[in-house]
């Protein structure tokens, strides 16, 4: 994949940040607002992809590194399941933090209210843990399959050369 | 019967995965078709759902005395989105690898070539 | 001849897809809602989050989500191991 033009680099550049950021509020405000982990992981990710073909392949490589994203993601995964494992003093997944005055347990007011970021219990770290993996993982996704093009195009030409 | 037209678009796109499964023989196109299918799988299951009338299930600043769409089929249409997401993304590089082995993605083709 | 087996067999399959969807109940009202109403209902309560549908995913039915991100984390162990040899 080549780099693109001025224009389209310059745009990618302005854009990026305000994407992972818009990202990352979906992926926090998961309990408050329609969102959540998979829905912001996603949105982080087409940042990702957006790098990549405005900048080309081996240029994206030099600031997103495959091993990092891995790292990521097994960090995301795991969180996921330790989490769920706190809970298990009652049962697994059990929402211990839920109403308890302490981290994320402010009791909620039922029935329609404004929204309370401090609400929910162990959801927002699920929705964290869960935001970690997914964007990590589609942009591992995303990564190796534009080597994987890059690669099969080179082969390709190579043997049209022959 | 009217009342029923997403039942319809729902059809519509099972069968025209269906029509795409069984009669062609590109991998990207069968991809395409496998996609379609579990598009129509995920707008029936949001479509079961349904309540005349309702809003979203989120308590956030929402317009009251409301009734609420039901959330279960939401969410279970979340796991099978992102499921989606991760089995086309499997189908596409195994896609690459067959073109990369055998030089074509058309299924009859690529047994003749190299066994 | 294949092919007019395909074409059957694919015009009788459709077939069934619409006859099942003019007899399907009407489009609007859910005939069973008792444990989604109980959701609605208690939600807010038992979980804290205003948000009822990731109360679902992540509480009620939090098993599911683990087998998801267990299969997309699967996945993508399967991409990297595909492509290694390209990466290296």
Redesign the interface.
Known sequence: MREMSKIIRNVTNLVYGFIIIFGFYIIVHGHLTPGGGFQGGAVVASAFAAMLISYGQLNTKKFLNINIFSLLESCGLTMFIGVAFLGLGTTFFYNFLANSGSWFGNIVIPGINAGDMNTAGVLPLMNIAVGLEVFSGLGIIVLLMADGAEYTKKKEKAENDR | MIGNFPYFAVILLIGCGIYILMFQKNLIKLAIGINLIENGINLFLITLGYRKGAIAPIYTQAPSGQAMVLPTPQALTLTSIVIGVATSALILSMAMMIYKHYGTIEVNEVRRLRG | MKKII?VI??IV??SF??V???N?R?????TF?E??DY??KN?????????????????Y??????G??????T??V???A??RR??K
């Open positions: 395909f067999a694919f399959f459709f897809l619409v099942s969807a003019v399907m009407p489009f609007g009202n859910p809602s444990m989604d959701f609605i939600a807010q309560s038992e979980t804290g989050a205003n948000n009822v549908v990731t109360s679902i995913v992540f509480d039915r939090g098993f599911d989500t683990l998801e991100a267990t299969v997309l984390f996945t993508i399967g991409i990297v595909l492509f390209i990466t």
